[in-house]
């Protein structure tokens, strides 16, 4: 059902991984807030096809910062709401088997102690202890960052917009953005397939289709989706907590990530090469056997266990692979909350935190490092390492 009222504090473009918990924690401090979605309910473009990993690892500040602050919304979701988020904490490990990896992820975790982060690295033996399925054979060690973990993407968007509407949030299904209403070098509202809504704040979190409707301001951002898969196998009793990542290039893929769900099941995905642009969302034929030979070199003990279910998302990459954030300098009233890189789960309540801080004046001194960091005017010539 759409609203009568059309003038709002915030306007936020697209519900999301960023903007439902945006508007949560905004409608939470006193803002009135429209969120004005395309498709029929929360988390129905990129969020649905998130496997779910949460972590503060990262090799940029501003991330790691972002990224902490999610953790704690996470990890006291429950304990304030009662919604379950299927919230883990089972660690995220980042596993070594050449020289180069070794000394990478060792000076790497020397900065992120520096930074904040409660991180170790493990010499082979005790990344065992921890991962005694994970292959031996040529295993130098690795990182372990016990902090991280994992919940629902889906479970979490649902309880995000529950409590976001609770606290006096507004949504609009199944409506489009076609058009800004601009006053001179000011956005003062945005015109819809429905109606025509005015606001003092307007935000771009549409994810992956964030810079096409940013062109309707005039905006260009350097925000490009490409295509990631993942899939999923039957459950089996609990072999691991943490979520397991290799680092290693193989053709076809950049890198490796795995994690055992609560329920038992096995999620995988690997990050593509060469990158496969634009917003496709079919599976494809040649994910799953590369896929598999990357999961069983890693963990040998699951080579008879049956995958059930295939899927693709998009990852909206910026060239440096961090997020967007913030204002953008000659146009007054419009923010960016995009180019999340494939991690807007994982930092979407972290982002929302810092914009209800800036649209309401109270930064404070890491509030304003953060958005300088990933301000829409950086140079994106620093690229994350963790991305």
Same mark, same amino acid.
């Given at each position: 059902?759409?609203?009568?009222?059309?003038?709002?504090?915030?306007?936020?473009?697209?519900?999301?991984?960023?903007?439902?918990?945006?508007?949560y924690?905004?409608?939470?401090a006193?803002?009135?807030?429209?969120?004005?979605?395309?498709?029929?309910?929360?988390?129905?473009?990129?969020n649905?096809?998130?496997?779910?990993?949460?972590?503060?690892?990262?090799?940029?500040?501003?991330?790691?910062?972002?990224?902490?602050?999610?953790?704690?919304?996470?990890?006291?979701?429950?304990?304030?709401?009662?919604?379950?988020?299927?919230?883990?904490?089972?660690?995220?490990?980042?596993?070594?088997?050449?020289?180069?990896?070794?000394?990478?992820?060792?000076?790497?975790?020397?900065?992120?102690?520096?930074?904040?982060?409660?991180?170790?690295?493990?010499?082979?033996?005790?990344?065992?202890?921890?991962?005694?399925?994970?292959?031996?054979?040529?295993?130098?060690?690795?990182?372990?960052?016990?902090?991280?973990?994992?919940?629902?993407?889906?479970?979490?968007?649902?309880?995000?917009?529950? &409590? *976001?509407?609770?606290?006096?949030?507004? =949504?609009? !299904?199944?409506?489009?953005? #076609? @058009?800004? %209403?601009?006053?001179?070098d000011?956005?003062?509202?945005?015109?819809?397939?429905?109606?025509?809504?005015?606001a003092?704040?307007?935000?771009?979190?549409?994810?992956?289709?964030?810079?096409?409707?940013?062109?309707?301001?005039?905006?260009?951002?350097?925000?490009?989706?490409?295509?990631?898969?993942?899939?999923?196998?039957?459950?089996?009793?609990?072999?691991?907590?943490?979520?397991?990542?290799?680092? &290693? *290039?193989?053709?076809?893929?950049?890198? =490796?990530? !795995?994690?055992?769900?609560p #329920? @038992?099941? %096995?999620?995988?995905?690997?990050?593509?090469?060469?990158?496969i642009?634009?917003?496709?969302?079919?599976?494809?034929?040649?994910?799953?056997?590369?896929?598999?030979?990357?999961?069983l070199?890693?963990?040998?003990?699951?080579?008879?266990?049956?995958?059930?279910?295939?899927?693709?998302?998009?990852?909206?990459?910026?060239?440096?692979?961090?997020?967007?954030?913030?204002?953008?300098?000659?146009?007054?009233?419009?923010?960016?909350?995009?180019?999340?890189?494939?991690?807007?789960?994982?930092?979407?309540?972290?982002v929302g935190?810092?914009?209800?801080?800036?649209?309401?004046?109270?930064?404070?001194?890491?509030?304003?490092?953060?958005?300088?960091?990933?301000?829409?005017?950086?140079?994106?010539?620093?690229?994350?390492?963790?991305?």
């Open positions: 059902m759409t609203s009568p009222q059309s003038n709002f504090d915030v306007i936020i473009i697209g519900a999301g991984s960023v903007g439902v918990p945006t508007a924690f905004m409608a939470r006193g803002l009135s807030v429209l969120v004005i979605e395309q498709l029929p309910s929360v988390g129905q473009a990129s649905k096809h998130a496997i779910g990993g949460i972590r503060a690892t990262h090799s940029d500040p501003a991330k790691i910062h972002l990224g902490n602050r999610s953790l704690a919304v996470f990890a006291n979701w429950q304990a304030r709401h009662g919604d379950d988020l299927e919230w883990r904490q089972g660690g995220y490990s980042f596993v070594a088997y050449t020289d180069e990896h070794v000394q990478s992820l060792k000076d790497l975790t020397a900065w992120q102690v520096e930074h904040g982060l409660n991180i170790s690295w493990l010499e082979r033996a005790v990344m065992l202890e921890i991962l005694p399925q994970l292959n031996p054979a040529g295993l130098r060690g690795g990182t372990f960052s016990p902090e991280d973990g994992s919940a629902s993407p889906l479970k979490s968007a649902f309880a995000f917009h529950l &409590r *976001a509407v609770e606290a006096g949030a507004v =949504f609009h !299904f199944n409506e489009a953005v #076609t @058009g800004f %209403i601009k006053h001179g000011r956005l003062t509202g945005v015109v819809t397939d429905r109606g025509r809504y005015s003092s704040t307007i935000i771009n979190a549409a994810g992956g289709w964030a810079r096409p409707i940013s062109q309707l301001a005039g905006v260009d951002i350097p925000v490009e989706p490409d295509s990631h898969e993942a899939a999923i196998t039957e459950p089996v009793q609990r072999l691991f907590h943490p979520m397991v990542v290799d680092m &290693r *290039a193989r053709p076809g893929s950049t890198n =490796f990530y !795995f994690y055992q769900h #329920t @038992g099941k %096995i999620i995988f995905c690997m990050t593509p090469d060469p990158p642009l634009g917003t496709h969302t079919i599976a494809s034929s040649d994910f799953l056997p590369r896929a598999s030979r990357r999961l070199e890693l963990m040998p003990v699951l080579q008879h266990i049956r995958v059930r279910r295939v899927w693709r998302g998009t990852y909206p990459m910026t060239p440096d692979g961090s997020p967007i954030l913030g204002e953008v300098p000659g146009l007054e009233g419009y923010l960016l909350a995009t180019g999340m890189c494939g991690q807007g789960f994982m930092l979407g309540p972290g935190q810092l914009l209800t801080a800036l649209v309401l004046n109270h930064l404070d001194n890491q509030d304003k490092i953060i958005l300088e960091k990933l301000s829409y005017s950086r140079s994106f010539d620093s690229v994350e390492v963790l991305k």
